[in-house]
Structure formats: C-alpha cells, structure tokens
T-cell receptor, first 112, second 116 residues
C-alpha cells in the first residue's frame, strides 16, 4: 500500500533562510505525490503536485519539490522563508483514483 | 465560486447527543470527501462519494457514523450517539474529474467538534 512519511513534526527557520521539509514515500507503482499547506483555522490548500512529468515541480508562493526515485523522496523547498509561510505542511500520495493518504504533517515556524 | 462550504464552523455538544455536520461542495465537482483531523491520528479519510454515490466508506470508524449525499450540492456527516473521542476537526473536500487524471481536492474550512 502507498504511504508517505514526513520527517520532523516541527521545523524552525529564520526569515530569509532556506526552507526544507522532508517527505519520503512508499509505493509499488509510480506515485502521484502532493504537498498541501494548512494555515491556522483553515482547510488544506494544494501547493504543488507531481504526476510523473517533470521531476522538479514548482508550486505557489515560491515553493518547489523534487521527485527523486532513487531516494523515494519528494522534499519541499523554498529558497527564502517569509513570515507568512508559517503553517502546517502535509505530504500526500494518491492511493486510488481520486483517493489520497496524507502524512502526519510538519509545522513550519518562521522567526524574524 | 464561494468554495466548499461547511456548517457549523464550531459545534459543542454533550456525550450521547446526535451531531450533524453539513457540506456544500463546489458546483460541478463530482467527488466529495469527508476527513477527520486529530492530533493523535492526523488527517484521516472517512468516506468519499462520486456522483452522490458512496464509493469507499472503509474509513468510517464505527456504526455511530453515517454519511449521506442526497444531491450533488449537499452532504451530511452524522454521529449518533456522539462520544468525547469524536472531538476533532472534520473537513469536507470536493474535486472535479477530467478524464483519468487526478484533480486537486478543494477543502472547506472545517467544523471543529467538541464532545463533552
């Protein structure tokens, strides 16, 4: 069965620093992978998705993720953190037509 | 479009009471999902519908939970009787379908349920 593992429940960075949120997947078939963001008291919003096209995927708000089959990873990065990036980030894998399984989430804290 | 609409946003009830959560998906979307989010278990898929028909309810915790979708613009998730361990944030999401490709799920703001 497909699954994702997010390493680190909390990540703290300073404003302007690199953001790196880790996600590893397990899948017996070529995976469809996603990153969602959840701001406080809101629902989840799609940041980006990988669907077997380009391995480097660009999303909204300056985020991008690279699919690495050899490492079974789909880490999320942003070159320079902004205070408004503070939120919880979820990695997800498609497990069936239209069905997703989410990771446990990583809370990003950004300090001035 | 107003996005996915959920009501109420907050619900506080006592153990044993019936709770009904409501969702209006985005117009034209064929799929509707109900999720539950807790600190302990994260985000769990409870059930999803395609064209108003339940497709997979394997995530529904027990018989106390039931979900319906009487038409394309409305769905309910009911808990009867409610228990304190049902306290969570419940999300509704919807997505369109285009051929065989995956489409983004659009989430509502959630209903925060507290069972005392």
């Amino acid at each position: 069965a497909q699954s994702v593992t997010q390493l680190g429940s909390h990540v703290s960075v300073s404003e302007g620093a690199l953001v790196l949120l880790r996600c590893n997947y397990s899948s017996s078939v070529p995976p469809y992978l996603f990153w969602y963001v959840q701001y406080p008291n809101q629902g989840l919003q799609l940041l980006l998705k990988y669907t077997s096209a380009a391995t480097l995927v660009k999303g909204i708000n300056g985020f991008e993720a690279e699919f690495k089959k050899s490492e079974t990873s789909f880490h999320l990065t942003k070159p320079s953190a902004h205070m408004s990036d503070a939120a919880e980030y979820f990695c997800a894998v498609r497990t069936g037509f239209q069905k997703l399984v989410f990771g446990t989430g990583t809370r990003l804290l950004v300090s001035p | 479009d107003a996005g996915v609409i959920q009501s109420p946003r907050h619900e506080v009830t006592e153990m044993g009471q019936e709770v009904t959560l409501r969702c209006k998906p985005i117009s034209g979307h064929d799929y509707l999902f109900w999720y539950r989010q807790t600190m302990m278990r994260g985000l769990e898929l409870l059930i999803y519908f395609n064209n108003n028909v339940p497709i997979d309810d394997s995530g529904m915790p027990e018989d106390r939970f039931s979900a319906k979708m009487p038409n394309a613009s409305f769905s309910t998730l009911k808990i009867q009787p409610s228990e304190p361990r049902d306290s969570a944030v419940y999300f509704c999401a919807s997505s369109p379908v285009a051929g065989s490709s995956y489409n983004e799920q659009f989430f509502g703001p959630g209903t925060r349920l507290t069972v005392l």
